[in-house]
């Protein structure tokens, strides 16, 4: 398997070493029974009460309602021993053929133990399912722990400066998805 590395924006620093790429995930904890479903309304509110904690700090307001009530079809979680380790918010526009993930957050103790890998391709297989023909995601700049998973995971990325408004640079990633006979479909 061939790895490019986008490093032109010298966003990564040197290039990750491609036996490393493919230990990325690895953790000594044993590996836990996981299960990827849909969220619930219950999954929901417990996020909200720990979202904070899972990110180190105020990030409630990123897990809006919307996320869940209005494009919460694709909304999913892995569940450990009864509770969400891990959550996704995504979701598919209509009249689009770009699967978008807006915010994914991993339980601290539940890290490097692949959540966040079966979390993007359920929402992947979600995607192809639905005809789309790519995937998006965006973060700030200096993400760099965001910037290696999408990249050990395959996605491209670019430096967008004013994505976010003036002088607010965002780092957006993309995914190229097979076509479908659904995708040729929405393409025509």
């Given at each position: 398997?061939?790895?490019?590395?986008?490093?032109?924006?010298?966003?990564?620093?040197?290039?990750?070493?491609?036996e490393?790429?493919?230990?990325?995930?690895?953790?000594?904890m044993?590996m836990?029974?996981?299960?990827?479903?849909?969220?619930?309304?219950?999954?929901?509110?417990?996020?909200?009460?720990?979202i904070d904690?899972?990110w180190?700090?105020?990030?409630?307001?990123?897990?809006?309602p919307?996320?869940?009530?209005?494009?919460?079809?694709?909304?999913?979680?892995?569940?450990?021993?009864?509770?969400?380790?891990?959550?996704?918010?995504?979701?598919?526009?209509?009249?689009?053929?770009?699967?978008?993930?807006?915010?994914?957050?991993?339980?601290?103790?539940?890290?490097?133990?692949?959540?966040?890998?079966?979390?993007?391709?359920?929402?992947?297989?979600?995607?192809?399912?639905?005809?789309c023909?790519?995937?998006?995601?965006?973060?700030?700049?200096?993400?760099?722990?965001?910037?290696r998973?999408?990249?050990?995971?395959?996605?491209?990325?670019?430096?967008?400066?004013?994505?976010?408004?003036?002088?607010?640079?965002?780092?957006?990633?993309?995914?190229?998805?097979?076509?479908?006979?659904?995708?040729?479909?929405?393409?025509?």
């Amino acid at each position: 398997m061939q790895i490019d590395l986008l490093t032109d924006e010298g966003l990564l620093g040197p290039p990750l070493d491609p036996e490393a790429l493919a230990n990325f995930g690895a953790c000594d904890m044993p590996m836990q029974q996981l299960t990827t479903r849909s969220m619930t309304k219950a999954d929901y509110d417990f996020i909200v009460r720990v979202i904070d904690k899972w990110w180190g700090g105020p990030s409630t307001a990123l897990a809006h309602p919307i996320f869940f009530h209005e494009f919460g079809r694709e909304a999913m979680v892995v569940e450990a021993e009864g509770r969400p380790v891990g959550f996704l918010f995504g979701f598919l526009p209509n009249e689009s053929s770009v699967g978008y993930i807006h915010l994914v957050g991993i339980d601290p103790d539940y890290r490097r133990q692949h959540v966040g890998s079966m979390l993007y391709g359920a929402f992947e297989q979600a995607c192809t399912k639905a005809g789309c023909l790519s995937m998006k995601a965006i973060t700030t700049l200096g993400n760099q722990g965001s910037m290696r998973f999408h990249e050990a995971l395959g996605w491209s990325f670019e430096q967008v400066d004013d994505y976010a408004g003036p002088g607010r640079t965002r780092v957006v990633f993309t995914k190229m998805l097979p076509k479908t006979s659904a995708a040729a479909d929405m393409s025509d």
